[in-house]
């Protein structure tokens, strides 16, 4: 089986784990139409080559960053979300947001 | 073996997930800490030598709880607890209990098999965000008792049972004591650490409480060609004392 390294449990077969997307930078939620905002959400790139995607340990709901080459289906690496998100993310209350 | 009065699992406030089946098998419980423990299933001396070699007990009815969160290893330090940096390792605390650290910041908490409750007690007694603004990041409790079976399984043969149904490798020169697996068993997630009894190799199984009569089932299935059969709790504290 196919096996891929988990940055808390360690390597373990490719069934453990379920992908989760594309990271992609989130945009200004205040900027954008509602449809744009669902692209954001729902749409992804469907780059081919090296890309990086969520992917979740299920057993222990962990959830991290894999580099995936998207034509060889090669894991070129993986490491926790923490190493690209650093700070948290506050939501401004929807009242206060200026409409687009 | 001493002749316990007869406890029915059902009248009892706390019983197993699985209690029917023990209760089927011929299981004489014992209640500890208001919980019905399958103690044993009617000879307690060829339970002992099933748990040598390869045996499954039942121990839903002991105590277990967690924490977890932002703080949470500090403030069970705060309470006395000694734990170790690595995340998934298991942790011997004084009186008998395992702080099983499944993350950096999430400790799941087994009693020894004595299961006098005290520490956990303790800890549930203790936890309290006070009221300051904004709390103390002491983290939160994470209730374990009745969100997850508990089973053990022992013996020379268990590593051969466990590489049927999951795929870490478990054998004991790969998997040393107090290391923890959080991975599928039997095509379901979890948690398997490694707590020997004396000599004998022997690992707690923790997994959800819904499924908990699927993977009881599955387990004896895989450990019908070793021999294995359930053993009570006696076979198992007994298994701790005598030289193998």
Redesign the interface.
């Known amino acids: 089986m196919k096996v891929m390294n988990c940055p808390l449990n360690g390597p373990r077969n490719i069934s453990e784990f379920v992908w989760g997307g594309e990271v992609k930078p989130m945009p200004d939620e205040t900027k954008l139409s509602d449809r744009e905002w669902a692209e954001y959400v729902f749409l992804e790139n469907n780059t081919a080559g090296v890309v990086r995607e969520w992917w979740c340990h299920v057993p222990t709901s962990f959830w991290f960053i894999a580099e995936r080459n998207t034509v060889t289906d090669e894991i070129v690496k993986t490491y926790p979300a923490s190493e690209v998100f650093k700070a948290r993310v506050d939501f401004a209350p929807k009242s206060e947001r200026a409409k687009p | 073996m001493g002749a316990l009065p007869k406890v029915f699992a059902q009248n009892q406030l706390r019983r197993s997930p699985i209690y029917r089946l023990t209760q089927a098998a011929g299981a004489f419980c014992e209640v500890i800490n208001s919980g019905a423990v399958p103690m044993h299933y009617g000879n307690s001396d060829s339970e002992l030598d099933r748990a040598r070699r390869m045996a499954i007990a039942d121990l839903s009815g002991l105590p277990r709880t967690g924490f977890k969160g932002t703080g949470t290893v500090d403030w069970l330090a705060g309470q006395g607890l000694t734990i170790g940096p690595d995340?998934?390792m298991a942790y011997r605390q004084d009186g008998g209990a395992l702080a099983a650290r499944?993350?950096p910041t999430e400790i799941f908490l087994i009693d020894g098999l004595e299961a006098t409750g005290a520490l956990i007690d303790r800890l549930n007694g203790a936890w309290n965000w006070g009221t300051e603004k904004p709390r103390k990041l002491i983290g939160y409790p994470m209730p374990r008792q009745d969100s997850h079976a508990w089973f053990m399984i022992t013996g020379d043969a268990a590593p051969d049972m466990f590489a049927k149904i999951c795929?870490?490798d478990l054998r004991p020169h790969k998997f040393a004591p107090g290391r923890i697996?959080?991975?599928?068993l039997a095509k379901m997630?979890?948690?398997v650490i490694r707590d020997d009894r004396g000599a004998i190799p022997a690992f707690h199984l923790l997994a959800d409480v819904a499924s908990a009569e699927y993977l009881w089932g599955a387990v004896l299935d895989a450990m019908s060609e070793f021999g294995g059969a359930p053993v009570g709790l006696q076979a198992l504290r007994r298994l701790g004392e005598v030289p193998s």
Do not use: D, K, P, Y
Request: proline letters at 0%; aromatic letters at 0%; zero cysteines.
């Open positions: 995340s998934n499944l993350a795929g870490v697996a959080q991975t599928s997630s979890g948690i």
